[in-house]
C-alpha cells in the first residue's frame, strides 16, 4: 500500500514486507517513493520543458506542469538526487497555462510548450539563458533587460515580451546527448540548489563570477513572432505502419513509436499537404515501409522543403536500397496533385541507424535544387543541404549579427562554421571581404554556388577546419576584424576558441543554439581577454524548448579604452 501524502514526510510502511522502492527510498534516504502520490510547488522549468518541483528538497521532474502551480503528481523513477513524476491534477493552475491546439500534443515530441503562453515561452527563454550564463559560465548578468525601451520593442513581423519573471527556471535534466553532457552530464539547477556534472562541480563553489557587475552583460527580450505557427519550412517524417497503413509523423516522446499526424501546427501547410499526398500514393502502390528492428522494408522517412519567398518545393523519399518500386507512378502522381513542386529526389541509406540521410542522392525529376531568400539574398537548397527551418526569424537573427560586427563596408570579416554561406552572404553585403570556412564539402560547393547565384565577389569559401584553416589565413595575411562563429549544438571547438584569442580580431559574433554550450564558450573567450556585451535571444521554434542566442563580444583593451 502506498501512503498519500505531501511533501516533507519521512517514507514509512505498515507492512513488515516492505516493496523494494521503499526499501530503496528508506536506504538512500529519500522522502518520496514510487508509486507515491504527492503535491508539489513546481519552482521552474528544465531544458527538456520538464516542471521542476521539490518534496522535501528532492527534486522531482514532472512533464506538463509549469512554474509556479501547485500539483498532484504519482512517482514514477527515483534517483539518488533527482526523480520523475506523472501530472495527475493541477491544483493552482499558473496564469501562463493555455490550451495546448494541437490534439496528439501530448502524445508527440515535436513540441513542448504549446501549454505555455506566448509571452510566458519568451520570458522563460530569455531566463533559461540568463540562467545558462550564470550557472555555467560564472558570468554576471543585468538583472533588467538592459534597454530603456525594451518594454515596447517591435521588430517587423516579430513581437518581444518583457514582463516581470514570476519564477526561476531550472537548467537540466538527464540529458540524452552526448552534446550537452559535456557541460551538465546529469544537472539539476533550480534557485534553492544544485546538482552539477563532476567536472563542473569543484569549480562552481570556488569560481567568482568573471566580469564585475559594473560591467554585467545585457540580456535582451527575446525576439518572438507575431505569427508563432505554421513557421517551418521542412518536415522530415519517418514512415511506418499501423494496422496495415502507411503513417508518418514524429516519435512518441522518449521513443521511436511513430504517432500519426495528417497537421502540424508549427509545419507550412504545404509540407502537410505534400506529406499526407505522399502516404496515400505508397499506400495505392503497396509500397512497404522501412522496419527499424529487421531492416526490411523500402521507405524509410518523408522530406520536403518549400521556399516561402518562390513557393517552389522540393520532395526527398528516403529508400532502404536503390530501388525504388513503380517509379515512373511516383513521379507522375506527385506533378500531378502537387504542380509546384520543382524537385523530386531520391537519397538512398541502407545503414541501420537513425540518420535520417545516406551519402546518395538522385535527382528523379526536375531541378536538383529549389531555391528560396532570406532578405535579398538568393539561396539555392538541396535535398541535403543545411538552410534554416524559420526563414521569418532567421533575417532577423541574421540582422542582429550584422549590427553587432558593427559593419562599415571597410571590415575584413571571418565566417566559421559557414555552412551553406546563408551568414556570410548577409555578411557580404556591409564588408569589404568575408571569409567563410566548414567543414562539410558539399555545403562549401553550395555556399560557392549561392555567391555565384547573388553575383558576390567579395567572399571566397574554403573546405577545412576552423580551427586549421583560419591560422593558416592569418600566415597569409588574412587579418579579421570581426570573427563570426555559428556552431552546432556543441558548441565551438577548443581549439577555435584558441585561435581567436591568439588573433585577438576587435569584435565577435556568436551565433549559439545551445545556450549551455554557449555559455561554457564565452567563458573561455571572456578568460581570454574578451567581455560579453550584449545577448539577444531569438525565438527560432517557436512552442519548443529550443532558443537561439546573437552574442557581442569586443576586446576588453578596447572597452576600456572608450571609458
Not at 16 to 42: F, G, Y
Not at 303 to 310: E, I, L, R, S
Not at 318 to 338: D, F, H, Q, S, Y
Not at 446 to 452: G, W, Y
Amino acid at each position: 500500500m502506498n501512503n498519500n501524502r505531501k511533501g516533507g514526510h519521512s517514507h514509512k510502511s505498515k507492512s513488515n514486507r516492505r516493496k523494494p522502492a521503499a526499501v530503496s527510498a528508506a536506504i538512500a534516504n529519500l522522502p518520496v517513493a514510487k508509486n507515491d502520490e504527492i503535491e508539489l510547488e513546481m519552482i521552474g522549468l528544465t531544458h527538456e520543458g520538464e516542471g521542476v518541483g521539490r518534496a522535501d528538497g528532492y527534486t522531482l521532474f514532472v512533464s506538463g506542469a509549469l512554474p509556479g502551480e501547485r500539483v498532484k503528481a504519482r512517482v514514477l523513477k527515483t534517483k539518488k538526487q533527482y526523480g520523475y513524476a506523472k501530472l495527475l491534477k493541477v491544483l493552482n493552475e499558473s496564469p501562463d497555462r493555455v490550451q495546448a491546439p494541437c490534439p496528439i500534443y501530448t502524445q508527440c515530441g515535436g513540441c513542448q510548450l504549446q501549454h505555455m503562453s506566448y509571452a510566458g515561452q519568451l520570458e522563460w527563454k530569455r531566463q533559461h539563458v540568463i540562467d545558462n550564463l550564470e550557472r555555467i559560465g560564472k558570468l554576471a548578468v543585468q538583472k533588467q533587460a538592459g534597454s530603456e525601451d525594451a518594454d515596447s520593442q517591435v521588430v517587423e513581423g516579430t513581437v518581444t515580451g518583457n514582463t516581470p519573471i514570476r519564477g526561476t527556471s531550472a537548467e537540466g535534466t538527464t540529458v540524452k546527448s552526448s552534446v550537452d553532457q559535456d557541460v551538465h552530464s546529469s544537472a539539476v539547477e533550480a534557485h534553492v540548489s544544485a546538482v552539477q556534472h563532476p567536472a563542473d562541480a569543484s569549480r562552481s563553489t570556488s569560481m567568482k563570477p568573471i566580469v564585475s557587475a559594473s560591467h554585467a552583460i545585457r540580456v535582451l527580450p527575446t525576439l518572438g513572432m507575431s505569427e508563432p505557427w505554421r513557421y517551418r519550412n521542412k518536415a522530415q517524417v519517418p514512415i511506418g505502419q499501423q494496422d496495415g497503413q502507411l503513417v508518418g509523423g514524429f516519435y512518441a516522446r522518449g521513443s521511436h513509436r511513430i504517432i500519426d499526424m495528417q497537421s502540424c501546427l508549427i509545419q507550412d501547410s504545404r509540407n502537410d499537404e505534400l506529406v499526407n499526398k505522399v502516404k496515400a500514393i505508397g499506400q495505392e502502390l503497396h509500397i512497404q515501409p522501412y522496419n527499424e528492428e529487421t531492416g526490411e522494408g523500402i521507405l524509410r522517412h518523408v522530406v520536403v522543403k518549400v521556399g516561402f519567398a518562390t513557393n517552389e518545393m522540393m520532395i526527398v523519399l528516403v529508400t532502404n536500397g536503390e530501388r525504388l518500386p513503380r517509379k515512373p507512378e511516383w513521379i507522375e502522381r506527385i506533378r500531378a496533385e502537387m504542380p509546384q513542386v520543382a524537385s523530386i529526389c531520391q537519397n538512398i541509406n541502407t545503414k541501420q541507424t537513425n540518420v535520417i540521410f545516406g551519402d546518395e542522392t538522385r535527382t528523379l525529376w526536375g531541378r536538383d535544387v529549389i531555391h528560396d531568400y532570406i532578405g535579398d539574398v538568393k539561396f539555392a537548397i538541396s535535398a541535403r543541404s543545411f538552410y534554416q527551418v524559420n526563414p521569418v526569424q532567421t533575417e532577423v537573427l541574421y540582422e542582429k549579427a550584422v549590427q553587432y560586427a558593427g559593419l562599415t563596408g571597410n571590415e575584413t570579416v571571418i565566417d566559421a562554421y559557414c555552412g551553406i554561406g546563408t551568414i556570410s552572404l548577409f555578411l557580404a553585403q556591409h564588408a569589404k571581404r568575408v571569409y567563410g570556412v566548414e567543414i562539410v564539402k558539399e555545403a562549401i560547393e553550395d555556399a560557392r554556388k549561392n555567391a555565384e547565384l547573388n553575383g558576390m565577389t567579395n567572399v571566397e569559401f574554403e573546405v577545412g577546419a576552423s580551427e586549421d584553416v583560419i591560422p593558416r589565413w592569418k600566415e597569409q595575411g588574412i587579418t579579421p576584424d570581426v570573427i563570426v562563429v555559428d556552431p552546432p549544438r556543441k558548441g565551438c571547438d577548443p581549439r577555435l576558441l584558441e585561435t581567436i584569442v591568439q588573433m585577438q580580431p576587435e569584435k565577435v559574433v556568436y551565433v549559439s543554439c545551445n545556450p549551455s554550450t554557449l555559455a561554457r564558450d564565452l567563458q573561455v573567450l571572456e578568460e581570454g581577454g574578451y567581455r560579453t556585451v550584449e545577448v539577444q535571444p531569438v525565438d527560432m521554434f517557436p512552442h519548443t524548448v529550443h532558443v537561439e542566442c546573437v552574442v557581442k563580444l569586443e576586446r576588453e583593451d578596447i572597452l576600456l579604452n572608450e571609458v
